[in-house]
């Protein structure tokens, strides 16, 4: 069968499905010198392609997930991807070609592959319980060996979870095992049911709060503090009859508002607080925490529709809009619904994260994608969290980054010490590499750059885990080893 993509920006350039699974043992040092003291594997997820789209186009976030790993031990460094061979990547690569229609409406797949989950495993890897577990947020996770990326199976906590779906923006602490995650449409597509769990690395569950959104909304990425886990609401919304009708999975509702859900952490969905604000979106969060009877939201704001590629009901496409990342502030002693929202930086930006031992709580940095030009180039910045200051450091011309991850120095290092692992791409030259900042002062610029000799096309996010507690890779024994 002939395999051919679309001529459209989406799968040319940069953009252009690799398709290739890669093994890099030994990454070529470019400059500078890898911290001795790095020990551990930085997981991502991302889209590729696997066949060009059944209905001639598709969005970016449907690409078929490939899993990426950089593991960094004594100095070296390896790198491996491998494609999530799960359920949808299996049909269609026995197909041949592509078997699922538009983003998420199973209305208009292939009728040989009903019933089958069209989830493609492309955003988010965490590690939970001795498991690598990828996450698309349409379906449960799909787990893969730690080592090799080879598929395991759907995991869905030994039934313990009865949702059809989890988050690929789970809260995962570092140090402690406790895994806080969610479901929205936890029903099915267009059910306005979301439910929060908190376990433990012992499969336990010690939350399961079920409770309505005011609308089939999606809510992409969500916080935790010590007493609340907030969920975001926006006017992207499912509708069952459209999509069977085979509208796009989400539609922008411009007459709907914002809505933030404050659930208390140990309690029910009575004790939900509810608070609203104007039509707009609320993607990626950096981080949230509790000052007395405030709770504030560290987030990437959009004053609009954060995508544009989802036209209102009348398939009329608004314009996008930069993403501000904004401090939210929800003020449990009023007695009103509104909150305050002010921008943290002037300089859009996307992808932000904290330094994960801090999530919950007040920290004082945190780094994001900042700069994106027409071009393609962008690059991290730094926010001091109290000022407003915005560091920057940036690869240069015809060059792009992905989301930063930050890495402790030490167990028990301040918060902030430690490193920002950067994958670059050079959109130029057709290859990636690996930048290692120092996260104190990323002005200074890479202490060491490797080179990736493969294009690592695209990754949403990912995860950093210790060496140590990868070694001491057993299901349920996880509290021992830590
Ligand atoms: C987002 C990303 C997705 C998705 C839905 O960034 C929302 C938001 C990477 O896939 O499926
Ligand atoms: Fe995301």
Sequence with gaps: ??????????????????????????????????????????YRAGPDRQYAPMLGDDIFIDGEGMAHM?????????????????????????????????YRNRFTDDPSVEGISGGTANTNVIFHNGRLLVLKEDDLPFEVDPDTLDPIGIYDFDGKVRATSLSAHPKWFPDDGRLLTYSYQAKGDGSKDVVFYDMDDQGNIHDEIWFEMPWASICHDFAVTPHFAIFPFMPLVTTLDN??????????????????????RGGTADDIRWFRGPAGSLSHMMNAFEDGDKVHLDACYYDGNCFPFFPTPEGKHVEGCPPI????????????????????????????????????????????????????????????????????????????VHEPQFVPRYKGSAEGDGWLLV??????????????????????????????????????????????????????EMAEAV
């Excluded at 031990?73 to 299996?90: C, H, M, P, T």
């Design 70 to 102: 950089i593991r960094i031990r004594d100095g070296s460094v390896s790198y491996r991807s491998r494609w999530v061979r799960n359920a949808r990547f299996n049909a269609q690569a026995a197909a041949g070609r592509s078997l699922f229609g538009k």
């Design 325 to 400: 990342l904004s401090r939210l502030t929800f003020d449990l002693s009023r007695n009103d619904d509104g909150f305050d929202r002010r921008p943290l930086i002037n300089t859009p930006g996307e992808m932000p994260r904290a330094d994960d031992r801090y999530q919950g709580q007040a920290c004082g940095k945190g780094y994001l994608i900042v700069g994106r030009q027409p071009d393609g180039s962008s690059g991290i910045g730094c926010v001091d969290l109290a000022t407003g200051e915005l560091t920057r450091w940036a690869p240069g011309a015809l060059a792009s």
């Design 423 to 476: 994958i670059v791409n050079r959109l130029d030259a057709g290859h990636s590499e690996l930048a290692i900042l120092d996260a104190q002062d990323i002005t200074r610029g890479p202490v060491a750059r490797l080179h990736l000799p493969v294009r690592v096309r695209s990754t949403f996010h990912g995860t950093w885990v210790d060496g140590e507690k990868l070694r001491a890779n057993a299901p349920g």
């Design 243 to 264: 999509i069977k009708q085979g509208s796009t999975f989400y539609e922008w509702h411009p007459d709907k508002q914002v809505v933030v859900a404050l659930v208390k």
């Design 1 to 42: 069968m002939e395999v051919r993509f679309p001529d459209l920006p989406l799968y040319t350039g940069w953009g252009k499905p690799l398709r290739t699974e890669s093994t890099v043992d030994g990454l070529e040092l470019i400059e500078g010198t890898v911290p001795a003291e790095l020990d551990g594997t930085w």
